[in-house]
């Protein structure tokens, strides 16, 4: 932690001054990521604060000193949810909706290939699911814009059908 000094001095003298908005997008975008990485490994907690500190630095807007001391609470909260589950073995599973549906599916017909909608506007975290899918004999299918959920949904039944 030597380095935890000149840190804070730099993050106190970043919160103070004008934001550079490449460097705010950049916490933005890695914040939202870190957000989506933990919800996947099943860190809800984890998750609702890096999704706090995305809102609050999305805004745009010079931060109050009450939104730099939540911003400081939050990272260290966080920071401290992360370390906490290093030593245990994180592994993310489907939930039991999921798992449920997929296996009856696969009982049905175990050679009918099941395919998964995946709906995240992060290529990583699309990428991350496929890999992670895959194993499992689960073809995830990756879409960046909601939107589009439904009628790329027609489009895989009609292929199916």
Not at 13 to 29: G, I, P, Q
Not at 104 to 114: A, Y
Request: glycine fraction near 4%.
């Amino acid at each position: 932690m030597s380095n935890a000094v000149p840190l804070r001095q730099m993050w106190f003298k970043y919160m103070k001054t004008a934001v550079n908005t490449d460097l705010r997008s950049l916490a933005v975008k890695d914040a939202h990521t870190l957000a989506g990485y933990l919800g996947t490994f099943g860190l809800p907690l984890g998750s609702k604060l890096a999704r706090n500190i995305e809102l609050l630095l999305s805004s745009g807007q010079t931060l109050s000193q009450s939104e730099i001391s939540n911003l400081e609470s939050w990272v260290k909260l966080l920071r401290r949810e992360i370390d906490g589950n290093e030593a245990a073995t994180i592994s993310p599973s489907p939930t039991p909706q999921v798992f449920r549906t997929v296996t009856q599916s696969l009982q049905n017909d175990p050679h009918t290939e099941t395919k998964i909608l995946v709906v995240d506007d992060d290529p990583q975290i699309q990428a991350f699911l496929q890999t992670l899918l895959s194993p499992w004999g689960l073809k995830a299918i990756a879409l960046k814009d909601p939107c589009q959920f439904w009628k790329i949904l027609e489009i895989v039944k009609e292929h199916n059908g």
